[in-house]
């Protein structure tokens, strides 16, 4: 019914005609439709963007297969807890950790309780995966999180025959993973961790992570801008 609403708008006589406005507003509403007949096969995808000082990366996270996972994963950026921190350790060939340190290695506590483990969700820990990191407990996940740099498959079931639970993947900035893969990095001394490897040499900054809008969402927001500009050319 919202999709053929605006569908049916894209076809409203104001955006008819042949002027400039005219024209480029109803290029935009027939994109809307568009992105509102594709919405319903996302309804399980939300997309992520951690905006860093080497880059944007962009994940495109399954709340089907590992919902307690991308939820908790999802209040944590709703919150700006993981704004100013760091990817505190990188492992070239391996995987890129971040969601714990800020940039003087000060370990910020988890504002939420440790989750259920969904590693056995039939997703596995391939280069440009992302998942969970935890303790030696199978439900300690809290804030932790990795970015897969080469298929990790012992990863989906570790010593404990618990595995690392991956919950959606990078679907843009995959340059900006490989940069920072091949930083160079050393032992630091956090101030509440002790010495910690694989730290960058250079901080890896998360400055901003913040959740896409989905089609509609943004759809409307576009609706609202249009109708403003319409007004204002009158």
Not at 1 to 8: H, Q, T
Not at 108 to 134: C, F, Q, W
Not at 173 to 188: F, Q, S
């Amino acid at each position: 019914m919202l999709s053929a609403a605006f569908c049916g708008f894209a076809e409203f006589s104001g955006f008819n005609n042949t002027g400039s406005w005219g024209i480029a507003l109803k290029r935009v509403l027939i994109i809307a439709c568009v992105l509102v007949l594709a919405a319903p096969s996302y309804a399980d995808i939300i997309n992520v963007t951690l905006e860093t000082n080497y880059g944007d990366i962009g994940l495109e996270l399954n709340s089907d297969a590992a919902p307690i996972t991308v939820d908790n994963f999802v209040n944590y950026v709703n919150e700006g807890f993981y704004d100013g921190l760091i990817f505190h350790s990188v492992i070239n060939d391996l995987l890129m950790r971040a969601g714990s340190y800020d940039q003087d290695l000060y370990y910020i506590t988890p504002t939420h309780d440790p989750i259920v483990n969904e590693s056995d969700n039939g997703l596995s820990n391939l280069k440009y995966t992302i998942a969970m990191d935890r303790g030696s407990a199978a439900d300690s996940a809290t804030s932790q999180f990795y970015i897969n740099l080469k298929d990790n498959l012992h990863k989906d079931k570790a010593i404990d025959g618990i595995g690392y639970a991956v919950f959606g993947e990078v679907v843009f900035g995959m340059d900006v993973v490989d940069a920072i893969a091949e930083l160079t990095t050393d032992w630091e001394q956090s101030p509440d961790a002790g010495w910690m490897s694989n730290v960058p040499n250079d901080d890896v900054i998360i400055i901003d992570a913040y959740v896409i809008p989905e089609p509609a969402t943004i759809i409307m927001l576009a609706m609202g801008g249009l109708s403003l500009i319409r007004r204002k050319t009158k």
